[in-house]
């Protein structure tokens, strides 16, 4: 039996993150099978994390913001944004019922 993995939901944190990341390495253009090289990952890994799949560790994440040449700044910014977008859509509005006129 093969363990399916299961599609992330639209906005989810680490697809919003994968995209993220999807558009910064493009803009460098850089192929996921580069910055794997550089990371010391396949580039399923890389595939993966920008298809929100999964998250990159915490080295991999550093490393790849020095890769991409993001500032600490537009980083930091980026990830509350994304964490702000998720948690307002799938916490605070999670189970409300939409009101009927």
């Known amino acids: 039996m093969t363990k399916q993995i299961s599609k992330p939901e639209t906005g989810s944190?680490?697809?919003?993150?994968?995209?993220?990341?999807?558009?910064?390495r493009t803009e460098r253009d850089l192929t996921q099978v580069e910055v794997a090289k550089q990371l010391?990952?396949?580039s399923q890994f890389i595939a993966?994390?920008?298809?929100?799949?999964?998250s990159?560790?915490?080295?991999?994440?550093?490393?790849?913001v020095e890769i991409y040449?993001?500032?600490?700044?537009?980083?930091?910014s980026e990830m509350l944004q994304?964490?702000?977008?998720?948690?307002?859509?799938?916490?605070?509005?999670?189970g409300k019922k939409k009101k009927t006129v």
């Open 56 to 64: 990159p560790p915490m080295p991999a994440l550093k490393k790849i």
């Open 82 to 94: 994304i964490q702000e977008s998720y948690y307002k859509r799938f916490i605070f509005n999670k």
């Open 69 to 76: 040449k993001i500032s600490e700044k537009e980083f930091l």
């Open 40 to 42: 010391g990952y396949s």
């Open 13 to 24: 944190y680490f697809l919003e993150l994968g995209m993220y990341l999807r558009k910064k």
């Open 48 to 54: 993966n994390w920008e298809r929100g799949v999964s």
